[in-house]
């Protein structure tokens, strides 16, 4: 039986690697976790959640609620993930790989199993059902759906477009595209009146703990598999 080979890690490069991945994941491992602290304490980050929404809800204005609601549909966890599917088979098509559309497909799986892990589990709730933007929702907060999706989705896909070109137009790109888009999630689930300011932080530190995962997969990869 032939042993499936893989990409020894043994460079010097692999060994930078292996720190940056590790930087990535302890980053996201403490974010989320004082986040945690701070939802369950009602301190820290957690003591501007209320201000904030009350802010924003007392600053609505109908052009803008219109524009953050497309936002929101647009963007929604269903639609981020049949999106990603279907792109990460359409490269695999055009491109003749597998290794790489692979990971993506598996990242926005994960991000959804994870997603609904930790609402259950944390079962926090949302702002006052009186002050979103119909349709309400009322399932758990924590973390955001919407904004985890984003973030999963930028993150793995810049990684894995910037791991084999080292393009700084493509990193520009990819660092571009996840700030705007991470924000612009983001700021409609607050503005709509469904999170709270540490639902969509805790959403970006556990996308940095999938993306860790994923890159220290990827050093991993099978010889014979494209």
Same mark, same amino acid.
């Given at each position: 039986?032939?042993?499936?080979? @893989?990409? #020894? =890690?043994?460079?010097? /490069?692999?060994? !930078?690697?292996?720190? @940056?991945?590790?930087?990535?994941? *302890?980053?996201? *491992?403490?974010?989320?976790?004082?986040?945690?602290?701070?939802?369950?304490?009602?301190?820290?980050?957690?003591?501007?959640?209320?201000?904030? &929404?009350?802010?924003?809800?007392? &600053?609505?204005?109908?052009?803008?609620?219109?524009?953050?609601?497309?936002? @929101?549909?647009?963007?929604?966890?269903?639609?981020?993930?049949?999106?990603?599917?279907?792109?990460? *088979?359409?490269?695999?098509?055009?491109?003749?790989?597998?290794?790489?559309? @692979?990971?993506?497909?598996? /990242?926005?799986?994960?991000?959804?199993?994870?997603? /609904?892990?930790?609402?259950?589990?944390?079962?926090?709730? %949302? =702002?006052? #059902?009186?002050?979103?933007?119909?349709?309400?929702?009322?399932?758990?907060?924590?973390?955001?759906? &919407?904004?985890?999706?984003?973030?999963?989705?930028?993150?793995?896909?810049?990684?894995?477009?910037? !791991? %084999?070109? %080292?393009?700084?137009?493509?990193? +520009?790109?990819?660092?571009?595209?996840?700030?705007?888009?991470?924000?612009?999630?983001?700021?409609?689930?607050? +503005?709509?009146? +469904? &999170?709270?300011?540490?639902?969509?932080?805790?959403?970006?530190?556990?996308?940095?703990?999938?993306?860790?995962?994923?890159? *220290?997969?990827? %050093?991993?990869? =099978?010889?014979?598999?494209?």
């Amino acid at each position: 039986m032939n042993r499936i080979s @893989t990409t #020894p =890690p043994s460079s010097a /490069a692999y060994a !930078s690697n292996v720190r @940056t991945i590790g930087l990535i994941f *302890l980053i996201g *491992l403490a974010g989320f976790g004082w986040l945690y602290f701070s939802v369950m304490s009602q301190s820290g980050l957690a003591v501007f959640d209320e201000p904030l &929404h009350t802010w924003l809800v007392l &600053h609505r204005t109908l052009p803008i609620t219109n524009v953050m609601e497309v936002i @929101t549909n647009v963007m929604a966890p269903t639609y981020v993930a049949i999106f990603s599917i279907a792109g990460a *088979l359409l490269w695999g098509w055009r491109k003749k790989e597998a290794w790489r559309p @692979t990971l993506l497909i598996g /990242a926005m799986g994960i991000t959804l199993i994870v997603t /609904a892990f930790f609402k259950d589990i944390i079962a926090r709730e %949302r =702002p006052s #059902p009186g002050q979103m933007i119909p349709p309400l929702e009322l399932d758990y907060s924590f973390p955001s759906g &919407h904004t985890i999706g984003i973030a999963v989705g930028v993150f793995v896909l810049g990684y894995l477009l910037y !791991s %084999r070109t %080292r393009s700084k137009k493509t990193l +520009y790109s990819m660092v571009t595209l996840s700030i705007v888009g991470i924000a612009l999630i983001a700021l409609s689930r607050l +503005y709509l009146g +469904y &999170h709270w300011l540490t639902d969509v932080s805790a959403s970006v530190a556990l996308a940095l703990i999938i993306l860790a995962a994923v890159m *220290l997969i990827d %050093r991993y990869k =099978p010889k014979n598999i494209v």
